[in-house]
């Protein structure tokens, strides 16, 4: 069933693991809260449940196939038709998905965010705009090793080596590529003032959707 008739407009923020996608689509949202939302690829990540914890951690959770993307283009078709999902969510310090889930209704605007969004050609025809935040690989790993250690339950040589081993090389091989389907690439590496700059452009175009003066 349709959700009040609101068929969104979806925008899609990639880029490399702690390139800023999650802080970008917040301050975004900050425009109009109740008229924007934000749905993480994060949360579509596969059930591991069934393998040892042991071996759960030595899993390349950087590439395309650790995600359940059938499941994310079908609640994406839902959303852009105007039909509330029920979203799943994801245990990282467990690697296994939770069994509650969260009802996501359709808002004017959903901002889509993760790292491997822009990767699939399925899931990119189904944004209205797509957006590759470029971060240095420096940063995105301090970035990184920050997020993972404080809010993930990971120690810092657990980050660095899944870093080292899965996703820098995987950023190369499939989300770097992901430029070339944006319709618009925005720098992130120095301070928030710059970044305010960059993303004046999407800001302008989401308040246009929604109707807001500037």
Do not use: W
């Not at 390139?19 to 934000?38: H, Q």
């Amino acid at each position: 069933m349709a959700v009040d008739g609101i068929k969104p407009f979806l925008v899609a923020i990639a880029g490399g693991t702690g390139s800023g996608k999650t802080y970008i689509a917040r301050k975004i949202r900050a425009i109009d809260p109740a008229g924007i939302s934000i749905l993480s690829h994060d949360n579509y990540y596969k059930d591991r449940s069934s393998i040892p914890i042991g071996d759960r951690k030595k899993l390349n959770y950087d590439e395309p196939s650790a995600l359940d993307n059938d499941l994310f283009i079908e609640h994406l078709k839902q959303l852009k038709k105007g039909i509330g999902v029920d979203m799943p969510q994801y245990d990282f310090s467990t690697h296994t998905r939770k069994t509650d889930t969260i009802p996501f209704s359709p808002t004017p605007v959903v901002i889509v965010e993760g790292i491997l969004i822009l990767e699939n050609p399925d899931v990119c025809e189904l944004f209205d705009l797509k957006i590759f935040i470029d971060v240095d690989s420096d940063i995105r790993l301090a970035r990184r090793l920050k997020r993972d250690v404080g809010e993930r339950d990971r120690t810092f040589q657990e980050s660095i080596n899944q870093y080292l081993v899965s996703a820098q090389p995987m950023y190369d091989l499939y989300v770097e590529p992901g430029k070339d389907r944006a319709d618009l690439i925005i720098q992130n590496n120095g301070t928030e003032a710059e970044l305010a700059n960059a993303i004046v452009t999407i800001e302008a175009r989401v308040r246009e959707v929604l109707g807001i003066c500037q």
